[in-house]
């Protein structure tokens, strides 16, 4: 039996329009900011006459979700309403003077997928930074963690490692609502801004997404499926490197390959490791786009067996560890000159999980992403707004 569960848009429409009565009102959204009958929460602003929405922000991928990873868009028109979308992934990430002229308070609504990678955190945090400091208020009406709200995983993000892909030392795996980050994050790491969350109704953190009776809109162009989403704070290191993490095919981060792997090969080296709650089956792809575009590559697809037993940090560990072994001469770490570190230091939150495979010797990153999300647990208790 599936829960029902009501998502802060709806909490919201019913009982807090009032607190925007009278405000300039600005919404940081994408297509996964909608209410359970799937009318957009820029429709039901637009439409409300209590409600003055005069400003639009959009974050990566741009308020439809069709932009690429990584691709910057460009301020825009809406065209339903006329009013200005700003660009939260353009000449700036960061909203300008400029962007916030026409705003007194701005509402968040967009989906996450509970990872520490995840872009849309840091337009957040970026937001609430911005309205700390010229004194506006920021809203963000919740929605459900789909990998769910009790299991946590990871190593805490190093400071030298700060990026767009994690600003704070949270865990690859965070087990956290977006409205519960943010109040951690504003307390923790002293934003200070007039900061107000909108609770769902319903929600319990053991839920996945398919626990729950509402329809579900992608986040983002890859994002497809709870497999997926449980897959990615563990497949997501797999952008750092020379291997395929399946974007240009319809599993991405579901499968991992290259054109110089042999996947029946690798597909028995990693069954052979026992791993709970996962199988590995050999396949053949050719991406469409991004690494090894039009060219065939082997690897494998990892099934999730049992997501209560399933790590997918461990498992990637492990996946990256025996690749390491067998091909040492052709896995690569990826670096750019824009960048620090290499990508993957920065997805790994350090650069002791690279050497840590370089070397064969991983054991110790594992031990400390097993300290590290004890720690997190511990800390983010006081946090928690579902029980």
Not at 27 to 47: D, E, M, P, V, W
Not at 341 to 351: K, N, Q, T
Request: hydrophobic residues 35%; charged residues 20%.
């Amino acid at each position: 039996m599936k829960h029902n569960v009501k998502l802060g848009i709806d909490v919201f429409m019913e009982k807090h329009i009032s607190v925007l009565k009278g405000k300039r009102v600005g919404l940081l959204t994408n297509q996964t900011g909608a209410n359970a009958k799937l009318i957009s929460t820029i429709r039901l602003f637009h439409q409300h006459p209590d409600i003055n929405l005069t400003t639009l922000f959009a974050p990566e991928h741009g308020l439809k979700t069709a932009v690429k990873e990584g691709e910057r868009f460009s301020h825009m028109i809406h065209e339903e309403t006329g009013i200005t979308v700003f660009s939260l992934y353009g000449q700036s990430k960061k909203p300008t003077p400029i962007m916030m002229e026409q705003v007194d308070v701005v509402v968040f609504d967009i989906q996450d997928i509970g990872s520490r990678y995840y872009t849309y955190l840091y337009s957040l945090v970026y937001m609430m930074q911005a309205c700390a400091k010229i004194g506006k208020k920021v809203i963000i009406l919740d929605r459900p963690n789909p990998i769910g709200g009790s299991a946590v995983e990871g190593n805490l993000l190093e400071d030298d490692f700060k990026s767009f892909v994690g600003l704070y030392p949270i865990p690859n795996r965070h087990g956290m609502t977006v409205g519960e980050l943010a109040t951690y994050f504003n307390e923790e790491f002293s934003i200070h801004c007039d900061l107000t969350v909108v609770e769902m109704e319903g929600w319990v953190r053991d839920c996945y997404i398919t626990d729950i009776q509402l329809p579900w809109i992608p986040p983002s162009p890859n994002t497809t499926n709870l497999d997926m989403m449980l897959l990615y704070p563990g497949t997501c290191l797999i952008e750092g490197t020379n291997l395929s993490e399946g974007r240009g095919t319809t599993q991405p981060f579901e499968i991992i390959g290259a054109p110089f792997i042999n996947g029946v090969y690798l597909q028995d080296e990693i069954n052979a490791l026992g791993m709970e709650g996962v199988t590995a089956r050999d396949i053949s792809f050719n991406p469409t786009y991004q690494k090894y575009e039009g060219e065939s590559c082997e690897g494998i697809q990892l099934h999730i067996t049992n997501r209560t037993l399933f790590k997918p940090l461990s498992t990637i560990v492990q996946v990256l560890r025996v690749i390491a072994k067998m091909y040492p001469e052709e896995l690569k770490f990826l670096e750019y000159d824009n960048l620090k570190h290499p990508m993957f230091d920065l997805l790994a939150g350090s650069d002791s999980l690279r050497k840590g495979l370089l070397t064969n010797q991983t054991d110790k990153f594992l031990l400390t992403c097993q300290l590290d999300s004890d720690k997190f647990i511990e800390n983010r208790r006081p946090y928690l707004r579902y029980r």
